[in-house]
């Protein structure tokens, strides 16, 4: 695993995607600051001094199958949550697809991108930095102060253990505890897919690791869309 570090970058998934075959399995790019961060459905991710902000690599074992790709965003979403616990305790939750929430607001977000056969995935954690006065109904930071390269190193060495569980075939125990911080469940929410959008209740992620969304007394499945709380907040 190699780490390298920026004072400034477009994107560190971008500059993970230039220069990939130079780059194996968990090899780390990060950043201080960027000037072009991008989110997920092509939002972008403002980016300010002390948050964690990196990307690393991750080639695809061999027993993995190309249905069990969308579980990837999954897995960095609770390896990541995981790691913070063990930074700094506090009621985390997982947001699906791959969000982390504290309080009801946002403390990271996670890109994941496949290029070629490998897996760009790209954190964002507001670890050091003060949330904007505009941002501070629906972000949030950790309490404490913390060594942003430990928070990095911590959260790759949790997803890589993760992913390894994964592969030997533990999902459902995976499964478990992401379902177990799921942040959804229960809450009257809004699912947006293109220009098609559905309200119901979320509940569980099922195993293939869709959203179960109850719609007029019926189970359906979602695999991708952008959500919004219906009830209790805005977000
Ligand atoms: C989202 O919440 O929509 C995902 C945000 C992902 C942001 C991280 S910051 C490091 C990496 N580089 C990027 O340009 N994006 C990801």
């Known amino acids: ?42 939002n972008t991710w403002l980016s300010s001094e002390g948050m964690a902000l990196f990307s690393f690599l991750l080639k695809p074992n061999k027993k993995m199958n190309i249905k069990d790709y969308t579980k990837i965003p999954l897995i960095a979403g609770i390896a990541t949550l995981s790691a913070l616990k063990k930074i700094e305790k506090n009621d985390y939750k997982f947001k699906w697809t791959n969000d982390i929430y504290l309080n009801n607001k946002k ?12 897996f760009i995935v790209g954190i964002g ?10 941002l501070k109904e629906i972000a949030i930071s950790l309490n404490g102060k913390y060594d942003i390269d430990k ?7 949790e997803f890589s253990k993760y992913y390894e569980k994964f592969i030997s075939g533990n999902w459902l125990e995976l499964l478990k505890e992401i379902n177990d ?3 959804l469940k229960n809450k009257e929410i ?5 220009e098609a959008s559905y309200s119901g209740k979320a509940l569980n992620i099922a195993e293939d690791g869709r959203l179960e969304i109850e719609i ?14 219906e009830k209790g907040f805005n977000r």
């Open 181 to 183: 911080h799921n942040f």
């Open 216 to 229: 007029d007394n019926q189970i359906k499945y979602f695999s991708a869309g952008e959500i919004k709380i």
């Open 1 to 42: 695993m190699k780490i390298l570090k920026f004072d400034e970058l477009d994107s560190t998934n971008n500059y993970m995607k230039e220069y990939i075959s130079a780059f194996n399995n968990y090899d780390i790019i990060s950043a201080k600051n960027q000037t072009s961060g991008r989110g997920r459905r092509g």
């Open 107 to 118: 403390l990271s977000g996670i890109l994941v991108e496949k290029v070629e056969n490998n």
């Open 151 to 157: 928070v990095i190193l911590a959260v790759v060495e």
């Open 125 to 134: 954690i507001n670890v050091n930095n003060e949330i904007s006065k505009e």
């Open 190 to 194: 809004m699912i947006k897919i293109g």
